[in-house]
């Protein structure tokens, strides 16, 4: 079946049992792996030879999961990460360095700002930050003749902007840079970067695909489309020889479709070590195999959620990509028609003091510094993902202060609704 469905291929990508194996992805719960000669094993660090020696490169059960990651997203190749933030810092870092530069959308998570706007600076990185409804004079005038990639987020998180994937994919392709696209809060079962021109999509796993808040973990999968050898001497760390691995390049020995993704496990996770372990891969499995479930009943109950918020009259405003009369309602319509996230914006009358009242009336909602779980949960985000930000900082980051993050769980919605309202009334 080669045109199975996305639900199918949560539960029957990755992991292909022979006669008589495991129904269930195995853990591989080991660091090394034994050979019978230094010859073999050799092969592998030349990159001669496909295999596992070590599981802080490679490990079976990391990588049947992120094969199946790379199945959703319609990818050629994926790795997984200890997280989220490891997975965004290493989508970029595998092509820039030190005097390189980024556009990114302002718009988004907080941890993904402070990394490109004040680490990856002090690394040398720069970045310019553009309103992702910034015109096209804007736009244009970001780019620099150093700019090696465009980033952004599917719906950004909290002020939960869609982004117009299409037109960064044009400018990113104009100026001879890949789009690199965040696609957590949408996931693969509602929108699919790849398909509308982006060519790397990261995802914190710790969000939907895991969807129970039990493990940490990140994504990133190469479309396997970006020529890298088009601008082979703006992407030199791809098309020339690696002399840490005896002169391997990386897209003559692995291609197009595989470069980019090999160069992040061979290099940056041998360096830096960000390693997703196998018991964690497991349970994101575990998570993936509910997760086009789970999306529906997500999106039908945050609907219904914000439909009743937006009629309240102690609520300022809403926001929320699928509900008619939102800003990007037009536009959720054409890149998610079937539904966007579980996860809603939106302010009580009486600011900051009010935000803090609702949420501390609230016995369903939990306040957790988390989002995107099976619970409905609810956070400030000015007073803590979005702490480090400065008043005009999170004003470019579209997060009045007032702003409540809900993530809106899969429980019954009447009970959603009616702790919602419970937590409204004293106000």
């Known amino acids: 079946m080669s045109d199975k469905k996305i639900a199918t291929k949560c539960l029957t990508e990755g992991y292909y049992p022979k006669n008589g194996e495991p129904r269930s992805l195995p853990i591989y719960q080991s660091t090394t792996f034994k050979y019978d000669s230094c010859a073999e094993m050799g092969k592998l660090f030349d990159l001669e030879a496909s295999g596992y020696f070590y599981s802080r490169l490679q490990n079976p059960t990391t990588d049947s999961v992120a094969a199946k990651i790379a199945a959703l997203e319609g990818g050629s190749a994926a790795m997984l990460t200890s997280s989220g933030q490891a997975a965004t810092f290493f989508s970029l870092f595998n092509i820039c360095s030190a005097g390189d530069h980024i556009v990114s959308s302002s718009e988004i998570y907080g941890g993904s700002y402070n990394l490109i706007a004040v680490t990856m600076k002090r690394m040398g990185i720069d970045c310019t930050f553009v309103s992702p409804d910034c015109t096209d004079e804007e736009f244009e005038a970001a780019f620099r003749p150093n700019t090696k990639a465009v980033f952004g987020e599917t719906i950004s998180n909290p002020a939960l902007t869609v982004l117009d994937i299409e037109r960064f994919a044009d400018f990113a392709h104009k100026h001879g840079c890949p789009l690199i696209i965040d696609n957590t809060f949408a996931t693969p079962v509602n929108c699919r970067p790849i398909e509308w021109g982006a060519d790397i999509v990261t995802h914190a796993t710790t969000k939907y695909m895991d969807g129970h808040a039990s493990t940490v973990g990140g994504a990133i999968v190469d479309s396997g489309k970006f020529d890298w050898t088009k601008y082979g001497d703006k992407f030199a760390c791809l098309t020339t020889p690696d002399e840490s691995y005896h002169g391997v390049v990386y897209t003559e020995r692995f291609g197009i479709e595989g470069a980019y993704i090999t160069k992040a496990t061979v290099q940056l996770m041998r360096d830096l070590g960000s390693t997703q372990s196998a018991n964690s891969a497991f349970l994101i ?33 809403v926001r929320y990509p699928s509900l008619k009369g939102d800003a990007y309602y037009e536009r959720t319509q054409k890149y998610m028609p079937n539904g966007s996230t579980g996860v809603i914006s939106f302010s009580v009358k009486g600011g900051k003091d009010a935000a803090e009242k609702f949420m501390s009336g609230l016995r369903l909602g939990l306040v957790v510094t988390h989002v995107a779980d099976a619970r409905t949960c609810v956070l400030h985000p000015a007073t803590t993902t979005h702490r480090q930000l400065s008043s005009a900082e999170l004003e470019k980051a579209g997060i009045p202060e007032g702003l409540i993050r809900l993530s809106v769980g899969i429980e019954d919605i009447s009970d959603i609704i009616s702790d919602i309202e419970n937590a409204l009334e004293p106000i």
Do not use: Q, T, Y
């Open 285 to 317: 499995n575990l998570g993936l195999e509910s997760l086009a479930v789970r999306m529906d009943r997500h999106c039908s109950n945050a609907l219904s959620a914000a439909e009743f918020l937006k009629n309240h009259p102690k609520i300022e405003w």
